[in-house]
């Protein structure tokens, strides 16, 4: 099973961050890529005051677009993040489209981004947002996947959930800053490999500096050993990873952490 990443770097135009996609695809992304994965945001800066001015129904331009990108590659595809707008609410939402272009599950955001960091950076997502209320499974030809955002992969709950639920693949579109990325990214994702035993797979944005929300990048897949198998740096780029799904079953063999909970002692 092949995966690729979209690094993109994101602006203030929605149409030039979907012509971009569309570059890098026609550009650089394997005609047998089997899931094509896209940053947090990635038709928005990550700027909690754009989001009202960038949000969209599902269906709507982005998601269509999303599908015709699907069809073209004949893959799936994790859409990112976009900011979805349903009735009088936003959310930040991850779609999913199989490889005829159908939407066939999406996530929205359940735990929303709260840091103060005085002199380095302050943001409150659910002054903008609403949150989502369900951990994300969906049935592909490949097996089952989970899909979290960003904050969400802070909260090991939610994503052994997902586990649980048959997961064997977590794909997080995320978009950590360059305050807490290098310390808490790698490890992080590396450590929901491991107590999960998947393979995690996830997209960030490129570094924008002009921008007043700077992704640290690092775009990464890990196995389910916790070894890192690529990784982005903080510029524009695409990776091309091949997924061996028989290491999730060794690796569950070889240390069977889900078989061996104790649920009775901690919930």
């Known amino acids: 099973m092949k995966v690729s990443i979209i690094q993109s770097r994101v602006i203030d135009s929605k149409e030039a961050n979907l012509a971009k996609i569309r570059e890098l695809v026609e550009r650089e992304v394997p005609g047998n890529t089997d899931f094509l994965v896209l940053p947090e945001m990635f038709n928005c800066p990550y700027e909690a005051e754009k989001f009202s001015d960038y949000a969209e129904k599902i269906p709507g331009e982005t998601t269509d677009f999303l599908s015709d990108i699907a069809v073209g590659l004949g893959s799936y595809v994790v859409g990112g993040s976009i900011p979805e707008r349903e009735g009088g609410s936003i959310y930040n939402t991850a779609p999913v489209f199989n490889p005829g272009g159908d939407l066939i599950g999406f996530h929205r955001k359940v735990h929303l981004f709260e840091v103060d960091y005085p002199g380095r950076i302050q943001f409150k997502e659910s002054t903008y947002l609403e949150a989502g209320d369900s951990a994300t499974v969906i049935e592909t030809k490949f097996g089952k996947i989970g899909v979290a955002i960003c904050y969400d992969l802070r909260f090991p709950e939610l994503l052994r959930r997902m586990a649980l639920d048959g997961a064997q693949v977590f794909f997080i579109p995320a978009a950590f800053n360059t305050t807490t990325g290098p310390p808490h990214w790698r490890p992080s994702l590396r450590a929901r490999a491991i107590d999960n035993q998947v393979f995690v797979v996830a997209g960030s944005p490129a570094?924008?500096?002009d921008s007043s929300y700077h992704a640290y990048g690092h775009s990464l897949v890990a196995d389910p050993w916790g070894k890192v198998l690529d990784e982005a740096g903080e510029s524009e780029e695409v990776l091309s990873?091949?997924?061996?799904?028989?290491?999730?079953?060794?690796?569950?063999?070889?240390l069977p952490l889900l078989e061996t909970r104790r649920p009775d002692v901690y919930g």
């Not at 990873?241 to 070889?254: G, I, S």
């Open 207 to 209: 570094r924008n500096t």
């Open 241 to 254: 990873v091949e997924l061996n799904m028989e290491l999730v079953k060794e690796a569950r063999k070889r």
